[in-house]
């Protein structure tokens, strides 16, 4: 089964999971994306890679945040950018999938940017254009269910890159609901493909899918044992209605044991990182105190994650 | 009309006599047709003038095929396939009897409704045709149905396709109840609450994926409640779609403790696990899910070993609106009676099982899970036959199959082994032989 989001010469054709993304791939993308980070600090934030070019936001579920960023990213490329909310026209008129994307194909889409509920939607789509429309057509997955989010896994690379430079000798620890989340997944893919030698994961087995070895992490029940001696720390958000079902008793107590706290962070190395992919539960799975502490870098992930997004595109558009 | 069939390799369960014992043979033998049913086998009757002869070197002569589970969509889907175009393909696949899920809309749960289905089904010509009773009305695991007054109406049991209903009472009640008039129940072993969501094997790649899991227990704790059941009531219970080596073994427990209880596995599932879902290849949703390499190894072992009895098609016809969407969204299932020999009989080559005993479990066994008389070749029987060329290469495709619906994980692939020539009650009614 050929790899659906390379080219036959290894190029990157959609983006739809780090999973199976060469390593220098993945080097490439955070490269170019360094270069775009000056573009965002200029008088005039705007290059003419994407001009003429129509970007499709494609959104199943609603996210203004990803929405927003992915559309600052090609507006700076100088793209036309189509905001689309699909579960609030189409699929509310039984309109399928695929029907929706032979419509906006037909109307020149050059890139899809397709956020979905259901895992896997994103391959779905690009299986079809690729065979409806050849190679003209490129995809990015922006979330799929609980399966990936790629450019968030490739920001915050960029972000461990740029505060601790060297992949090869650190501890991560990603924390918290790895059950549900697909960004998660696609730390877990790029940490391990960058040569990260031990990437943790802590949370209450509720929150934990079964495979989490096979996908070369080390479990830990207990924050406190998780974090000892770590550079990097994910905090992942716990969503409302997870706080709901059989998974957890109550956000009190999860915030208890698996809220990061200034007392916890301590156990980790002096100079780690704190991420967040964002919005955050404060007083759930992160502490106030923490989040706009000096360890934190969540804010710098949102600027490296306009640029990282607008490597992305750049890459796809030339590899048509 | 007098048949004559002439030199083909007659494999399956055969008995020379009317009513002698049967053996697995694989023998090159002719055999003679007369009034629709089986005359002689080996040397024709004196003063036999056959009206037609038909020369079968190179083939296979197997009893019709017997397949447990093949949903037609009638009442109620028609827009997905119909009764003629599903028997059609039951035919194409060599099947000549075939029992059908209660799982229509509405559900098989009142008389009327099967006698309709079964005259329906008269008027085509086509497979015998043995519908399962809803277990409950309208499925909905509440209320008992009056399976006599379905027996009667022609049900040969009662199921409940899907999860088990909670009320392990009303499963203790039907159990009861088909046991005072030595009805069967045909189970599917999955418990509701472990299976809720799932629409992977709990394993690495449904949690690499991000699919929600349906964990083996949900088989194994279905199995414990349905023997324990079992074993209060002395119910005669027929499990439909094993998928776990777990589940097998504690069949076989349960079979070495006397239990009257038989199981079918799907075809599917004794060649495709978890990893084929790719990258989220809708066309591998499957309920039960496709498990690990393991389980897999299991089942075909426990087919080949007798623990399982049966090999069914489980047919599903689906649309496209059904099937071409995200793997979580799509509906479970697949075209497979037209599947059914070609897959038989590749597992059969890969684990070196003999002809005869695949097609046994295409044939004698699932008629006993049905208690009919079919898939036996012998004198006096119906003559229902299935002629199949073992060698031929063919390749899936929408237009091989006859069936309206066109999604089989299979699509693309070549397969060993298709049906030529379809006899049902000593009428050619598939030949792609002559033309």
New interface residues.
């Given amino acids: 089964m050929p790899n659906p989001q390379l080219t036959a010469n290894g190029e990157l054709k959609h983006l739809l999971t780090i999973e199976g993304l060469p390593k220098a791939l993945i080097n490439g993308i955070l490269d170019t994306a360094k270069g775009f980070l000056g573009v965002n600090t200029r008088d005039v934030k705007k290059v003419p890679l994407l001009r003429g070019k129509s970007v499709f936001n494609l959104f199943f579920e609603n996210s203004t945040r990803t929405r927003t960023t992915f559309e600052i990213a090609a507006t700076r490329l100088s793209a036309d950018v189509v905001n689309l909310n699909i579960n609030t026209s189409s699929a509310a008129k039984g309109e399928s999938l695929l029907d929706t994307i032979d419509n906006l194909v037909a109307m020149h889409a050059d890139m899809f940017v397709v956020r979905h509920a259901s895992s896997g939607a994103p391959f779905l789509i690009a299986e079809h254009v690729d065979r409806t429309r050849g190679s003209d057509v490129h995809v990015i997955n922006a979330g799929d269910g609980r399966h990936a989010h790629p450019t968030q896994g490739l920001l915050d690379m960029y972000t461990i890159r740029h505060f601790k430079r060297d992949f090869t000798e650190l501890r991560v620890a990603v924390v918290g609901d790895v059950l549900h989340s697909r960004v998660a997944r696609s730390d877990i893919h790029a940490l391990t493909t960058l040569g990260v030698p031990e990437v943790r994961v802590i949370g209450p087995l509720t929150l934990l899918p079964s495979g989490l070895e096979q996908m070369g992490c080390q479990v830990y029940t207990d924050m406190k044992t998780g974090l000892k001696d770590v550079d990097v720390i994910i905090i992942l958000r716990l969503q409302n209605e997870r706080m709901r079902g059989a998974l957890l008793p109550s956000a009190q107590e999860y915030f208890k044991h698996y809220g990061l706290t200034q007392e916890k962070l301590e156990l980790a190395k002096s100079d780690a990182i704190v991420m967040h992919p964002g919005p955050m539960n404060r007083g759930v799975e992160i502490d106030s105190a923490v989040a706009d502490g000096p360890q934190a870098v969540i804010l710098e992930q949102v600027t490296f994650g306009i640029a990282v997004r607008m490597a992305v595109m750049s890459m796809l558009a030339e590899a048509a | 009309m007098k048949i004559s069939l002439l030199g083909g390799r007659l494999v399956g369960p055969i008995s020379y006599e009317h009513s002698g014992p049967i053996h697995l043979l694989d023998k090159i033998e002719s055999i003679f047709l007369d009034q629709g049913k089986i005359l002689a086998i080996g040397n024709p009757p004196k003063d036999f003038v056959p009206d037609e002869t038909i020369d079968l070197n190179g083939l296979c002569i197997a009893p019709g095929l017997v397949d447990l589970a093949a949903r037609l969509r009638e009442p109620g889907f028609e827009y997905k396939a119909t009764l003629e175009s599903e028997m059609r393909a039951a035919l194409n696949g060599g099947v000549t009897s075939l029992s059908c899920p209660p799982d229509t809309d509405p559900p098989l749960d009142e008389p009327g409704l099967v006698e309709m289905l079964k005259h329906r089904a008269k008027g085509l010509r086509a497979a015998a045709l043995y519908p399962l009773g809803a277990m409950t009305v309208g499925l909905r695991g509440e209320i008992i149905t009056e399976m006599a007054e379905l027996a009667e109406a022609g049900c040969i049991g009662f199921g409940h396709p899907g999860a088990l209903f909670t009320d392990t009472q009303v499963l203790l009640r039907a159990m009861q109840y088909a046991k005072s008039f030595g009805f069967t129940l045909w189970v599917h072993p999955c418990d509701h609450f472990l299976s809720r969501n799932g629409v992977a094997h709990?394993?690495?790649?449904?949690?690499?994926?991000?699919?929600s899991?349906v964990p083996v227990m949900a088989e194994t704790v279905a199995l414990h409640t349905i023997f324990e059941l079992m074993r209060a009531t002395g119910a005669r219970v027929h499990l439909c779609r094993l998928s776990s080596a777990e589940g097998v073994s504690l069949l076989r427990q349960a079979k070495s403790q006397q239990l009257n209880v038989t199981a079918d596995v799907s075809v599917h599932h004794l060649h495709l696990i978890d990893i084929d879902i790719?990258?989220?290849d809708?066309k591998m949703r499957m309920d039960p899910p496709f498990r690990s390499q393991r389980d897999r190894a299991a089942l075909r072992e426990a087919v080949q070993m007798g623990v399982i009895d049966a090999i069914c098609s489980d047919h599903t016809p689906l649309d496209d609106?059904e099937k071409?969407?995200?793997?979580?969204?799509a509906s479970p299932g697949s075209s497979a009676l037209e599947l059914l020999l070609p897959l038989a009989l590749k597992w059969g080559s890969e684990d070196r099982i003999a002809m005869a005993q695949i097609v046994d479990k295409l044939t004698r066994q699932p008629a006993q899970v049905l208690g009919v008389e079919a898939g036996v070749i012998r004198p006096g029987a119906v003559a229902d036959l299935c002629i199949f060329d073992p060698e031929s290469a063919w390749i899936v495709s929408e237009r091989s199959l006859l069936s309206q619906g066109k999604h089989t994980p299979f699509l693309g692939r070549e397969l060993i082994g298709m049906n030529k020539m379809t006899i049902v009650q000593g009428e050619v009614v598939i030949d792609k032989l002559r033309v």
């Avoid at chain 2, 709990?202 to 699919?211: H, K, W």
């Fill in positions: 709990s394993g690495a790649v449904a949690g690499r994926l991000g699919l899991g790719g990258y989220f809708s609106d071409q969407l995200p793997f979580a969204d």
